[in-house]
Protein backbone atom coordinates (compact mmCIF):
# COMPACT_ATOMS: atom_id res chain seq x y z
CA UNK A 1 0.00 0.00 0.00
CA UNK A 2 1.44 3.19 -1.02
CA UNK A 3 0.71 6.53 1.51
CA UNK A 4 1.99 9.84 1.20
CA UNK A 5 0.98 12.98 2.77
CA UNK A 6 0.55 16.27 1.27
CA UNK A 7 0.36 19.32 3.43
CA UNK A 8 -1.22 22.60 1.96
CA UNK A 9 -0.05 26.08 2.44
CA UNK A 10 -0.62 29.20 0.90
CA UNK A 11 0.53 32.95 2.00
CA UNK A 12 -2.75 34.50 1.68
CA UNK A 13 -4.82 33.48 5.01
CA UNK A 14 -7.65 35.93 5.86
CA UNK A 15 -7.26 35.55 9.38
CA UNK A 16 -2.89 35.84 9.28
CA UNK A 17 -1.47 36.32 6.16
CA UNK A 18 2.08 34.99 5.64
CA UNK A 19 1.94 31.97 8.38
CA UNK A 20 3.27 29.37 6.31
CA UNK A 21 6.58 31.21 6.90
CA UNK A 22 6.13 32.83 10.04
CA UNK A 23 8.95 31.47 12.19
CA UNK A 24 8.66 29.22 15.24
CA UNK A 25 12.25 28.74 17.01
CA UNK A 26 13.60 29.79 13.59
CA UNK A 27 12.05 27.41 11.91
CA UNK A 28 9.20 28.17 9.45
CA UNK A 29 5.54 26.80 10.61
CA UNK A 30 5.50 24.73 7.47
CA UNK A 31 8.45 23.35 7.78
CA UNK A 32 7.84 21.89 11.40
CA UNK A 33 4.22 20.51 9.72
CA UNK A 34 6.45 18.56 6.71
CA UNK A 35 9.86 17.65 8.85
CA UNK A 36 7.62 15.72 11.77
CA UNK A 37 4.97 14.61 9.26
CA UNK A 38 7.30 12.94 7.54
CA UNK A 39 8.77 11.14 10.73
CA UNK A 40 5.63 8.98 10.34
CA UNK A 41 6.74 5.21 9.99
CA UNK A 42 3.55 4.89 8.10
CA UNK A 43 4.13 7.25 4.96
CA UNK A 44 6.53 6.38 2.19
CA UNK A 45 6.36 10.41 1.09
CA UNK A 46 5.96 14.19 2.29
CA UNK A 47 4.86 16.73 0.37
CA UNK A 48 3.82 20.64 0.72
CA UNK A 49 1.53 21.54 -1.95
CA UNK A 50 1.85 25.41 -2.42
CA UNK A 51 0.84 28.36 -5.30
CA UNK A 52 3.49 30.96 -3.67
CA UNK A 53 6.57 30.30 -4.85
CA UNK A 54 8.05 31.77 -1.74
CA UNK A 55 7.15 29.01 -0.01
CA UNK A 56 8.16 26.42 -2.99
CA UNK A 57 11.68 28.47 -2.29
CA UNK A 58 12.03 27.58 1.51
CA UNK A 59 10.89 24.05 0.76
CA UNK A 60 13.52 23.50 -1.86
CA UNK A 61 16.40 25.20 0.30
CA UNK A 62 15.15 23.15 3.25
CA UNK A 63 15.32 19.44 1.21
CA UNK A 64 11.27 19.21 1.38
CA UNK A 65 9.42 17.96 -1.35
CA UNK A 66 7.15 19.95 -2.80
CA UNK A 67 4.55 20.67 -5.71
CA UNK A 68 3.14 23.66 -7.05
CA UNK A 69 -0.88 24.19 -7.70
CA UNK A 70 -3.36 26.68 -9.31
CA UNK A 71 -4.13 29.85 -6.71
CA UNK A 72 -7.86 29.38 -7.67
CA UNK A 73 -8.16 26.98 -4.72
CA UNK A 74 -11.00 27.77 -2.23
CA UNK A 75 -10.42 24.60 -0.15
CA UNK A 76 -7.75 22.93 1.02
CA UNK A 77 -9.52 19.33 -0.55
CA UNK A 78 -9.13 20.91 -3.81
CA UNK A 79 -5.05 21.88 -3.38
CA UNK A 80 -4.57 18.48 -2.06
CA UNK A 81 -6.12 16.88 -4.66
CA UNK A 82 -4.50 18.75 -7.59
CA UNK A 83 -1.03 17.72 -5.99
CA UNK A 84 -2.09 14.47 -5.97
CA UNK A 85 -2.55 14.07 -9.78
CA UNK A 86 0.38 15.90 -10.53
CA UNK A 87 2.90 14.18 -7.95
CA UNK A 88 1.28 10.51 -9.70
CA UNK A 89 2.14 11.89 -13.09
CA UNK A 90 5.70 12.58 -11.91
CA UNK A 91 6.45 9.82 -10.39
CA UNK A 92 4.71 7.47 -12.07
CA UNK A 93 2.89 5.80 -9.02
CA UNK A 94 -0.82 5.29 -7.76
CA UNK A 95 -1.26 6.22 -4.20
CA UNK A 96 -3.35 4.63 -1.97
CA UNK A 97 -4.26 7.07 0.65
CA UNK A 98 -3.59 10.48 0.54
CA UNK A 99 -3.19 12.21 4.09
CA UNK A 100 -3.94 15.75 4.52
CA UNK A 101 -2.20 17.67 7.24
CA UNK A 102 -2.90 21.25 7.62
CA UNK A 103 0.19 23.63 7.35
CA UNK A 104 -0.80 25.58 10.44
CA UNK A 105 -0.27 21.91 12.78
CA UNK A 106 3.20 22.56 13.89
CA UNK A 107 2.95 20.59 16.83
CA UNK A 108 1.96 17.39 14.72
CA UNK A 109 3.34 14.33 16.26
CA UNK A 110 4.57 11.33 14.02
CA UNK A 111 2.41 9.03 15.68
CA UNK A 112 -0.84 10.85 14.78
CA UNK A 113 -0.34 10.45 11.37
CA UNK A 114 0.21 6.74 11.96
CA UNK A 115 -3.16 6.42 14.26
CA UNK A 116 -5.43 8.40 11.77
CA UNK A 117 -4.27 6.01 9.00
CA UNK A 118 -4.99 2.60 10.49
CA UNK A 119 -8.59 2.24 10.51
CA UNK A 120 -8.24 2.85 6.78
CA UNK A 121 -5.58 0.08 6.69
CA UNK A 122 -7.71 -2.41 8.94
CA UNK A 123 -11.60 -1.55 7.16
CA UNK A 124 -12.24 -1.47 3.69
CA UNK A 125 -15.14 0.68 4.59
CA UNK A 126 -13.54 3.57 5.90
CA UNK A 127 -12.98 6.49 3.04
CA UNK A 128 -12.03 9.29 5.26
CA UNK A 129 -10.65 9.81 9.10
CA UNK A 130 -10.30 12.87 11.16
CA UNK A 131 -8.41 13.06 14.55
CA UNK A 132 -10.11 14.71 17.21
CA UNK A 133 -9.09 15.33 21.07
CA UNK A 134 -10.70 16.32 24.10
CA UNK A 135 -10.84 20.66 24.42
CA UNK A 136 -9.64 21.24 28.39
CA UNK A 137 -11.00 24.60 28.83
CA UNK A 138 -14.21 26.28 27.94
CA UNK A 139 -12.41 29.38 26.52
CA UNK A 140 -11.14 26.81 23.97
CA UNK A 141 -14.77 25.32 23.68
CA UNK A 142 -16.22 28.61 22.70
CA UNK A 143 -13.54 30.14 20.21
CA UNK A 144 -14.46 29.75 16.67
CA UNK A 145 -11.05 29.11 15.52
CA UNK A 146 -11.24 25.26 17.24
CA UNK A 147 -13.55 22.98 14.89
CA UNK A 148 -15.58 21.33 17.70
CA UNK A 149 -17.32 17.37 16.74
CA UNK A 150 -19.61 15.07 18.28
CA UNK A 151 -19.80 11.44 17.76
CA UNK A 152 -22.09 8.68 17.61
CA UNK A 153 -21.22 4.98 19.36
CA UNK A 154 -19.41 3.48 16.31
CA UNK A 155 -17.04 6.79 16.41
CA UNK A 156 -18.30 8.35 13.82
CA UNK A 157 -18.85 12.35 13.34
CA UNK A 158 -22.55 13.17 13.30
CA UNK A 159 -21.79 16.87 13.42
CA UNK A 160 -19.17 19.45 13.17
CA UNK A 161 -19.24 23.28 14.43
CA UNK A 162 -17.81 26.16 15.48
CA UNK A 163 -19.93 26.49 17.78
CA UNK A 164 -19.86 24.57 21.11
CA UNK A 165 -21.21 21.69 20.62
CA UNK A 166 -22.94 19.31 22.58
CA UNK A 167 -24.70 22.50 24.41
CA UNK A 168 -24.20 23.20 27.93
CA UNK A 169 -27.12 25.14 28.32
CA UNK A 170 -29.43 22.51 30.18
CA UNK A 171 -27.83 22.16 33.20
CA UNK A 172 -25.16 19.27 32.28
CA UNK A 173 -21.99 20.29 34.55
CA UNK A 174 -19.59 17.92 31.99
CA UNK A 175 -20.02 17.08 28.39
CA UNK A 176 -17.72 15.42 25.99
CA UNK A 177 -15.99 18.57 24.46
CA UNK A 178 -13.63 17.54 21.67
CA UNK A 179 -12.25 19.01 18.43
CA UNK A 180 -11.43 18.22 15.15
CA UNK A 181 -7.39 17.84 14.82
CA UNK A 182 -7.21 18.66 11.25
CA UNK A 183 -5.00 15.10 10.36
CA UNK A 184 -7.05 13.58 7.35
CA UNK A 185 -6.21 10.92 5.69
CA UNK A 186 -8.73 10.02 2.44
CA UNK A 187 -8.50 7.00 0.40
CA UNK A 188 -7.22 8.14 -3.05
CA UNK A 189 -10.52 7.43 -5.18
CA UNK A 190 -12.62 8.91 -2.38
CA UNK A 191 -10.79 12.34 -2.24
CA UNK A 192 -11.23 12.79 -5.99
CA UNK A 193 -15.06 11.83 -5.61
CA UNK A 194 -15.28 14.17 -2.33
CA UNK A 195 -13.99 16.96 -4.43
CA UNK A 196 -16.92 16.43 -7.28
CA UNK A 197 -19.59 16.60 -4.69
CA UNK A 198 -20.74 19.99 -4.43
CA UNK A 199 -20.42 22.23 -1.64
CA UNK A 200 -23.37 21.85 0.40
CA UNK A 201 -24.88 24.35 2.91
CA UNK A 202 -24.38 23.01 5.88
CA UNK A 203 -20.53 23.12 4.99
CA UNK A 204 -20.75 26.81 3.73
CA UNK A 205 -22.50 27.66 6.89
CA UNK A 206 -20.05 26.05 9.09
CA UNK A 207 -16.99 26.81 7.00
CA UNK A 208 -16.13 22.89 7.52
CA UNK A 209 -15.50 20.84 4.36
CA UNK A 210 -16.33 17.25 6.44
CA UNK A 211 -20.05 18.31 6.53
CA UNK A 212 -20.32 17.98 2.94
CA UNK A 213 -19.52 14.17 3.43
CA UNK A 214 -22.38 13.99 6.28
CA UNK A 215 -24.65 15.84 4.11
CA UNK A 216 -24.19 13.62 1.24
CA UNK A 217 -24.98 10.57 3.41
CA UNK A 218 -21.63 9.50 3.93
CA UNK A 219 -19.60 8.32 7.16
CA UNK A 220 -17.10 10.26 8.66
CA UNK A 221 -14.56 7.68 11.09
CA UNK A 222 -13.25 9.93 14.11
CA UNK A 223 -10.03 8.50 16.15
CA UNK A 224 -9.08 9.93 19.84
CA UNK A 225 -5.59 10.74 20.19
CA UNK A 226 -4.30 12.14 23.94
CA UNK A 227 -1.43 14.48 22.20
CA UNK A 228 -2.17 17.64 23.06
CA UNK A 229 -1.29 19.74 20.16
CA UNK A 230 -2.62 23.36 19.07
CA UNK A 231 -3.21 25.12 15.40
CA UNK A 232 -1.99 28.43 14.64
CA UNK A 233 -4.82 30.77 13.39
CA UNK A 234 -3.44 34.07 14.91
CA UNK A 235 -0.64 35.73 15.65
CA UNK A 236 -1.78 35.11 19.23
CA UNK A 237 -1.47 31.37 18.98
CA UNK A 238 1.68 31.42 17.09
CA UNK A 239 2.99 33.33 20.58
CA UNK A 240 1.69 30.08 22.31
CA UNK A 241 2.64 27.38 20.46
CA UNK A 242 6.35 29.19 20.46
CA UNK A 243 6.34 29.23 24.01
CA UNK A 244 5.00 25.44 23.97
CA UNK A 245 8.14 23.92 21.45
CA UNK A 246 10.40 25.40 23.43
CA UNK A 247 12.93 22.62 24.02
CA UNK A 248 10.92 20.01 21.98
CA UNK A 249 12.89 17.42 21.56
CA UNK A 250 11.87 16.07 17.79
CA UNK A 251 13.33 19.86 16.31
CA UNK A 252 16.53 18.31 16.72
CA UNK A 253 15.82 15.76 14.81
CA UNK A 254 14.68 17.65 11.24
CA UNK A 255 16.48 16.85 8.33
CA UNK A 256 17.95 13.51 9.60
Not at 5 to 16: C, T, Y
Not at 22 to 40: C, D, E, N, Y
Not at 54 to 64: E, H, L, M, Q
Not at 188 to 195: A, E, G, I, K, P
Request: proline share 7%.
Amino acid sequence: MHIIAIIPARMGSSRFPGKPLALIQKVPMVGHVAFRTAKSKILDETYVATCDEIIANYCKDAGIACVMTGDHHVRCSTRTAEALLSIEALTGRRADIVVMVQGDEPMVLPEMIDAAVTPLIEDPLVNVVNLMADIDSLEEFEDPNEVKVVTDRNGDAIYFSREPIPSRRKGADKVPMRKQVCIIPFRRDYLLRFNEMAESPLEIYESVDMLRILEHGGKVRMVPTSCRTWSVDTPEDLARVARLMEGDPLVREYGK
